[in-house]
């Protein structure tokens, strides 16, 4: 599966932003997906992840309650819903997936996909 992350930008501290991750290639076979995010001089952390049916997921504490992940399987997509962000909330966020997966997934490591990241800034 490849993937493509977009819809990142420049948003005001409270606002909104939504992410989507387009997948191509082996899309008829069921994946897991998972949002991480990088921000400048840190490590990789995990944001979201959901189940191929959509009907399990998990969030960071430190998003939970701002974030929602979702996604259209009819579309190949995977969103990432973002409000009331927050400064430290800027970062490069970058969407994963494990094929053949049926839960969700929280270590990056678990991954056997990954897009390119999109730039989301919050400014204060």
């Known amino acids: 599966v490849q993937l493509q992350a977009y819809g990142g930008g420049l948003v005001q501290a409270g606002g909104f932003l939504r992410v989507s991750c387009a997948a191509s290639g082996r899309t008829n076979s069921k994946y897991a997906a998972g949002w991480f995010r990088q921000a400048p001089g840190k490590e990789r952390e995990f944001v979201a992840a959901?189940?191929?049916?959509?009907?399990?997921?998990y969030y960071a504490d430190s998003v939970k309650g701002r974030f929602t992940i979702s996604r259209d399987n009819a579309k190949n997509t995977v969103y990432l819903q973002m409000n009331s962000l927050k400064p430290e909330d800027t970062a490069v966020y970058s969407c994963?997936?494990?094929?053949?997966?049926?839960?969700?997934?929280?270590?990056?490591?678990?991954?056997?996909?990954w897009g390119q990241g999109t730039q989301v800034t919050v400014s204060s």
């Open positions: 994963a997936a494990r094929s053949g997966g049926s839960s969700y997934y929280l270590n990056s490591n678990e991954y056997d996909s």
């Open positions: 959901i189940s191929w049916s959509g009907g399990y997921t």
